[in-house]
């Protein structure tokens, strides 16, 4: 493991501690982000650290108290870990998602502590709507304000401008990785490919971008085994699947050559337009998500996430396709069986894994992916000859 | 409904819970006019296409004024599912939701109605209309394919997923006009129950889409929307809430004369019936019931000796059951949050002469569309109108629009010395119901009001 990437999987694995650290060398603030579409480059610009909010390992104890069992891990990690303490070191916390279990959780962590500011600020869901530009430049210019408030400074536009290159450039790097990858030039595993991504979502990015120039120095160029079969993993798209599942997967004798995970591809696939005013170039970023991977919690019409997968199963040489569906996520239990149905018709192999926060049957499931790769394989084989 | 299958849950439902005193619900008998309305109405929607009449489905939001005041017939997907649970005909929708893939996890009420639509298409395919000889279908045979697709779903992001899969089920040729309904965060420091900039800021973002709504339905009808009709329209429906609210205040009286059973009823008449006189004509009946049972001293609940607040949303399958299972305790659920917080609860906002603001600000006063403070502290002030003894959390299981913050009402409850328990069920599926959970705690609830009393 080079040293670079060490330091990766330390923020990875501790994000709150990595924050903590942070906070202390800087004396800046630490701005934590709730999930999944608002921008990370207005709290850099106005000079703190923003941070996703992650689920940890933990199974959800004190937790429980405020939230069902029928709500998503995510959201029941959230909650447990704001009860335990772990997010005590914030400054602030940046929310403008419609995920009515998201919302519930804001609602929580407030109550829980009153003190801590959440700067909510609620983004137009309907991304083709005529007013869609007009209200979004208007949320972002509202959190502007509000961070200024929060930091006592005022943002300017070249810091933010400054910011958005930065993150372009991050960006940019992870997916180079990816493309990697994909054409076979490297074989890095799931787990390490989430965790590069998960370390850029929690860590200064400056520090970040650095990281990665010293990882490209160091990967070593070496093919996946040819006797894998190649699968495109799709789903989670709030927080991080349990790497033991993508070890599961990979040690079946599958290698992922691809995905749409949010700690993956969706959170790095799309930049903002550096020749723009930087409110203007945010709020493009966020309407034109959709036309580049589509999201099921964004109206758009036109969009599917189906064709997307199908576009890129294909592009990425998959052989299947692995859909790991976190458990009482609604919006892909509804857009699940469009998947599925798409994926028939192409005849194009495909399993559903429904992922828990908490411990997981693994060797069962071990046994349902060995099985799905042996289809792959054989649907493969019958193709080729 | 012929089916074995439909025979045993008829038979199970028919049933009455053997618990406490015996006694029965005193419903209003004023609300039975309610039931010939929703005849009536789904009548109409049956009969739109042979009446050359367009339809629009719609989820969300009371948003039916403007379909009724441009003469078109609509269908809400909600109401079409808590109609079927209510009659308990929902089995076979949602085996046909199941049968696609629907997680069960997934809103039951859009399970239902998602369900449904699969049978319609099943149908629409099978070549010379081959009959479905399965009776469970017959509930769901006549409901007209949507010309239009209208979603306008306050707070729960499940809405608008819902109806992006109607839009899909119907081949995406469907035009669909989505509303935002913004939650009101409340985290502002001038921020209150319709104060402050979020409050104006977002009743204006509203009514500028009702504006684009408008406009969407003359693109779609070839025809001019009538904005007097409109303002005529909701003449009809400010009276009628007006009456609602007055009624619902009588109730403050012991015993209670009329129960958040018979406001549930009422529920139709307020957020999906024609904006006419009859709805009108509804609420004058219940609210003279009313007053004639104040002057009687006649409750709602024989022997009334607690009163309850009930939290969440309702379950259909159990809505006599549930006003039965209350009485047998001398308990009277007096409010809700689901039947006092919402449907055109402030009626004094629209301005008939140019109602669309007034409107947008009652979309957005919705039960759940606040922040947990300002929500919180409009059911606190229920409770302590309504002199509530305790707080009945439905957890209804699919519905995470509903149970969000419902461990933050709980607290609240007990913070200001109610009692507060939770049951389970849901809104469109009965299998989450349990009942022997609800019994052992209501009777550990009442017992402890009891206590409360005695040591008082």
Redo the contacts between chains.
């Keep these: 493991m080079s040293p670079a990437f060490a330091s990766m999987k330390r923020a990875a694995e501790q994000p709150m501690q990595y924050a903590a650290d942070w906070k202390a060398r800087t004396g800046r603030k630490v701005v934590g982000l709730l999930p999944m579409h608002f921008p990370g480059e207005l709290a850099h610009a106005a000079g703190c650290l923003p941070v996703v909010l992650q689920d940890d390992a933990e199974p959800v104890t004190v937790g429980q ?4 069992n ?2 998503c891990g995510l959201n029941r990690s959230l909650i447990d870990q704001t009860m335990r303490g772990n997010f005590d070191g914030l400054d602030a916390i940046m929310f403008g998602d ?4 998201l ?2 959780t ?3 962590i ?2 829980e502590r009153p003190s801590l ?4 600020n ?1 983004l ?3 991304l083709d ?3 869609a530009l007009r ?1 979004t430049l208007g949320t972002f210019e509202q959190l502007w304000k509000e961070l200024e408030d929060l930091t006592g400074h005022e943002i300017t536009t070249s810091s933010t401008l400054a910011s958005i290159r930065l993150f372009n450039r991050s960006r940019a790097q992870m997916r180079r990785l990816y493309e990697m990858r994909r054409r076979g030039e490297i074989a890095i595993s799931g787990r390490d490919m989430q965790t590069v991504v998960k370390s850029s979502m929690v860590m200064d990015r400056a520090e970040h971008v650095a990281l990665m120039d010293e990882l490209f120095a160091a990967l070593p160029r070496q093919v996946g085994s040819s006797s894998d079969i190649t699968v495109y993993l799709s789903g989670h798209m709030c927080h991080a699947p349990k790497p033991a599942i993508i070890d599961a997967i990979e040690e079946s004798g599958a290698r992922v050559v691809n995905d749409d995970l949010y700690v993956g591809w969706r959170f790095i696939h799309a930049d903002m337009d550096e020749s723009l005013p930087p409110i203007e170039a945010m709020a493009r970023w966020y309407l034109d998500k959709n036309r580049k991977l589509p999201c ?2 964004r ?1 758009m ?2 969009i599917d996430w189906e064709d997307y997968l199908l576009g890129e199963v294909e592009r990425s040489q998959a052989r299947g396709l692995i859909v790991l569906m976190v ?2 996520c ?2 892909h ?6 998947i ?1 149905e798409a994926f028939d018709r192409a005849g194009i192999p495909h399993l559903l894994i429904e992922t828990e926060h908490e411990e997981m049957p693994m060797e069962a499931l071990k046994t349902r992916i060995e099985t799905f790769v042996e289809i792959a394989k054989r649907r493969a084989d019958s193709k080729a000859a | 409904m012929g089916s074995h299958v439909m025979d045993n849950v008829v038979a199970m439902t028919g049933s009455r819970p053997v618990f406490g005193t015996g006694e029965r619900a005193n419903k209003l008998k004023s609300t039975r006019f309610g039931s010939k309305l929703v005849n009536d109405y789904w009548n109409g929607v049956f009969a739109a296409k042979e009446e050359g009449k367009k339809v629009v489905w719609y989820n969300g939001t009371y948003i039916p004024p403007f379909f009724h005041s441009h003469d078109l017939v609509w269908v809400h997907g909600e109401a079409w599912s808590a109609m079927l649970a209510a009659r308990h005909q929902e089995v076979g929708a949602q085996a046909r939701g199941d049968q696609r893939g629907y997680d069960r996890e997934l809103c039951s009420y859009a399970r239902t109605h998602i369900g449904q639509m699969l049978i319609e298409m099943d149908k629409a395919r099978a070549e010379g209309g081959a009959a479905l000889e399965d009776p469970r279908m017959e509930a769901m045979m006549k409901l007209p394919p949507p010309d239009m697709i209208v979603n306008a779903y306050p707070y729960c992001s499940s809405g608008q997923q819902w109806d992006d899969i109607t839009y899909r089920v119907f081949g995406k040729k469907v035009p669909m006009f989505t509303i935002q309904i913004p939650l009101l965060w409340g985290g502002r420091s001038d921020a209150g129950y319709m104060q402050g900039e979020e409050w104006h800021q977002r009743s204006r973002y509203v009514a500028d889409q009702l504006i684009e709504l408008t406009r969407f339905l003359e693109a779609n009808t070839g025809r001019k929307f009538d904005f007097d009709r409109l303002s005529d329209t909701m003449g009809y429906i400010k009276k009628a809430a007006e009456l609602r609210l007055e009624g619902m205040e009588m109730c403050k009286a012991r015993p209670a004369p009329a129960s958040f059973f018979d406001w549930i009823v009422s529920i139709a008449p307020m957020s999906f019936l024609p904006g006419d006189q009859n709805i009108v004509d509804y609420f004058q009946g219940v609210k003279e019931e009313i007053t004639q049972r104040l002057l009687a001293g006649e409750g709602a609940v024989k022997n009334e000796k607690y009163r309850l607040f009930f939290d969440g949303m309702m379950n259909w399958n159990k809505v006599g059951w549930l006003a039965d299972k209350f009485a047998q305790v001398n308990a009277c659920v007096v409010a809700g949050r689901y039947t006092h917080m919402s449907f055109w609860q402030e009626p004094q906002l629209i301005d008939l002469k140019d109602p669309i603001l007034g409107m947008a600000q009652n979309y957005l006063v919705c039960p759940n569309n606040h922040g947990a403070p300002i929500m919180i502290g409009e059911i606190e002030k229920h409770c302590d109108y309504y002199e509530i003894d305790g707080v009945v959390c439905h957890a209804s299981r699919t519905c995470r629009g509903m149970t969000n913050s419902q461990f933050l009402i709980a607290g609240s409850a007990k913070k200001y010395g109610r009692q507060a328990m939770f049951f389970e069920g849901d809104v469109a599926d009965e299998s989450f119901y349990k009942d022997e959970l609800l019994n052992v705690r209501l009777e550990a609830m009442v017992e402890a009001m009891e206590a409360k009393r005695r040591a008082a």
């Excluded at chain 1, 500011?117 to 909510?120: A, H, K, N, S, Y």
């Excluded at chain 1, 239990?333 to 469009?338: A, D, L």
């Design positions: 108290a405020n939230v069902f029928f709500y419609h995920c009515v279990q919302l519930g804001a609602d929580v407030r109550a500011p959440i700067l909510f609620q137009c869901t309907t709507a005529n007013w209200e099921p919690t109206t019409q036109g458990k009482f609604e919006p239990m509804y857009f699940y069986p469009e599925k």
